[in-house]
């Protein structure tokens, strides 16, 4: 290679060395310094290139790897950092009233768990820990709980610790507001009964684990639990959401809720009547059911003893269960107007036939006697329903064949389950046929409404029966469910025809003389025409009457000019000597049927006369 020169200015050009060698100078003043450029050996060229080859295949296989084995993966995780999911705390739908007041809710409630390995006041240091006495020291003042309390449940432990349950929404809100790390809220549904014991009965219950317990929670459960889905949204690097990803209707709410036929108003009006007088006659419990005998609506349905649902645990369990739907029991003198019903629909008596009441009989060895022990001697059928008679009735249903009794009863469904939608209901019990055919005292005892058993909701049917023209509609307490807060109208009339509507009738105006002069005269209401029956039963129990124990009861149909509400009142084990249907369970039919007047807003059935008030005197 031949040598290189840098000619300086103001000198002569370098001369060679000797030997033919080149040599590098350094001038003392003005000079540049000379590097002589080596030859790079073949060797270190290949091996660099051999290095950015390595390098780039390396990098190619890390690619192909990340692009095709853990691609999936990889973008998996990116999806759950870019999407939001929104998963439901599993709500259950309202329950309202007929008229849209709140019976059953679902209320969002949170639990306040603590981390103190992770405590971290606002304006800290990201790694500084505060002690937990810092942070109760704040949180004290929220949940209203001493400080010492709260440190006490926290103890030595680190992490997992449960300081508060069931906080409200406005108490969780002021905890995030707090802006303590470490600390963790839960969100749960709890449901609530705003109404307390007044729809007990009715509606049941959850328990603790959400799983229903009675009532209409618990038969009805499918169609409480909201149709809700996890939804999924992505949203962009500062964590609001975007609309992309979602599909039509993922944003739907179900608001639908279940409306009862129940009247709150009415059902208040029917408990309280119904504890006070329980409480006077020390009685066992009571139930009180008004129905619409046109379309079979429960528009009230109250018993007592109940409980607090939002309480339950506090109650015994026997209380938990509506007795009026799933008890059985002997109707007595209340069933005396379905029987002549039946007894004038196979024609075997005449509206104007008499019977001669002899106060005493004698059927297969057995006697059978009025509730008072008194001849009425030769009555018509209104007075044998105003007095009570059970020598009368004996007498008027002899005329019908015992087949056709008991064909009766059957066809009625006293041994079938009711067509409801209440929880629980049962069927009654009636004697076989062959055995009601076979003993002359079966069909006379059944005369008065003894001998065989049913629930006072089936009595209540029965007696729609008669105030519906011979229709027999299916008592009910739901009108279904409705979206939003629209609410369903009054159901159209239904039923069965099963009597002839002139046979029914004449019944119900038979059962308006009880209330006129019988023994129902405390249910006269001035300027409406009312129809009514009183029954004092003997309570049996496995086919043993239990002496001195009895079931008082008053039904009523009103008003008599057009027959649109039933009213049934059953008052179990009442204690003295004058408790009787017209002392026990009227008064509490009254109450209900003047509030009912009320809130139906029924015509009177005459022109209420008033007397003229006095002048003041002075």
Not at 308 to 327: A, I, M, T
Not at 342 to 354: H, S, V
Not at 481 to 490: I, K, N, V, W, Y
Request: hydrophobic share 40%; charged share 20%; glycine share 10%.
């Amino acid at each position: 290679m031949a040598p290189v020169f840098h000619p300086t200015a103001g000198g002569p050009g370098p001369q060679p060395a000797e030997g033919g060698r080149s040599r590098r100078r350094d001038r003392t003043s003005g000079g540049r310094r000379v590097v002589e450029i080596q030859p790079i050996p073949p060797g270190r060229m290949l091996a660099v290139y051999l290095l950015l080859c390595a390098a780039l295949l390396g990098l190619a296989g890390r690619l192909a790897w990340l692009q095709v084995v853990q691609g999936p993966k990889l973008q998996a995780r990116a999806r759950a950092i870019q999407t939001l999911s929104i998963t439901p705390i599993g709500k259950r739908r309202t329950i309202v009233d007929r008229m849209g007041r709140v019976v059953a809710l679902d209320e969002e409630r949170y639990t306040l768990w603590a981390h103190p390995r992770y405590f971290n006041l606002p304006g800290d240091e990201p790694q500084q820990i505060r002690p937990p006495a810092d942070v109760v020291e704040k949180l004290s003042v929220v949940l209203a709980r001493p400080a010492g309390e709260l440190l006490q449940t926290i103890g030595n432990r680190r992490s997992g610790v449960r300081l508060a349950t069931g906080l409200d929404p406005e108490t969780a809100h002021r905890v995030k507001q707090l802006g303590i790390s470490g600390l963790d809220l839960e969100a749960y549904p709890q449901r609530v009964y705003p109404q307390g014991q007044l729809f007990a009965n009715v509606v049941g219950f959850l328990n603790l684990e959400r799983v229903a317990q009675a009532g209409l929670e618990q038969s009805r459960d499918r169609d409480l639990r909201r149709q809700e889905v996890t939804l999924s949204m992505r949203r962009g690097a500062d964590g609001t959401p975007l609309p992309e990803g979602l599909q039509a209707g993922a944003l739907y709410g179900d608001d639908l809720r279940l409306q009862l036929t129940i009247d709150a108003r009415l059902q208040q009006v029917a408990q309280q009547a119904l504890i006070k007088q329980v409480k006077q006659w020390k009685a066992k419990r009571g139930a009180a059911l008004v129905m619409n005998a046109r379309n079979g609506e429960i528009l009230a349905l109250a018993s007592t003893p109940s409980y607090d649902p939002n309480r339950f645990w506090k109650y015994n369990p026997g209380l938990f269960r509506e007795w009026s739907v799933q008890d059985l029991y002997e109707p007595g003198s209340t069933f005396k107007p379905i029987n002549l019903a039946l007894a004038l629909q196979e024609k075997a008596i005449r509206p104007d036939e008499r019977v001669n009441d002899v106060g005493r009989l004698n059927i297969g060895g057995w006697p059978i006697f009025n509730h008072d022990h008194r001849a009425n001697g030769v009555i018509d059928f209104p007075t044998v329903l105003q007095v009570s008679s059970n020598v009368g009735m004996v007498k008027a249903m002899g005329h019908v064949k015992r087949d056709r009794f008991w064909h009766w009863l059957h066809t009625l469904g006293i041994d079938d389950v009711p067509d409801t939608d209440l929880p629980g209901a049962v069927a009654g019990q009636l004697k076989s046929r062959g055995e009601f055919l076979s003993a002359p005292i079966e069909p006379a005892v059944a005369s008065f409404g003894q001998g065989f058993s049913l629930t006072p909701l089936k009595l209540l049917q029965l007696h729609g029966m008669l105030a519906n023209g011979g229709r027999l509609v299916s008592p009910h307490i739901t009108r279904g469910l409705r979206s939003g807060e629209a609410l369903a109208s009054t159901g159209a009339p239904s039923g069965v025809q099963l009597l002839d509507p002139k046979v029914t009738r004449t019944v119900v105006d038979w059962m308006e003389t009880v209330v006129q002069t019988g023994s129902g005269k405390g249910m006269r209401i001035p300027g409406y025409r009312i129809a009514g029956k009183t029954g004092t039963a003997q309570k049996a129990r496995n086919g043993i009457y239990i002496p001195g124990a009895r079931i008082c009861s008053f039904v009523a149909i009103l008003p008599v000019e057009n027959p649109g509400y039933v009213v049934l009142v059953v008052v179990d084990e009442p204690q003295g000597g004058n408790a009787y249907g017209s002392t026990v369970a009227l008064p509490v039919a009254r109450q209900i049927a003047e509030a009912l007047l009320v809130i139906e807003k029924v015509p009177p059935s005459q022109p209420v006369t008033r007397r003229p008030a006095r002048p003041a005197t002075s």
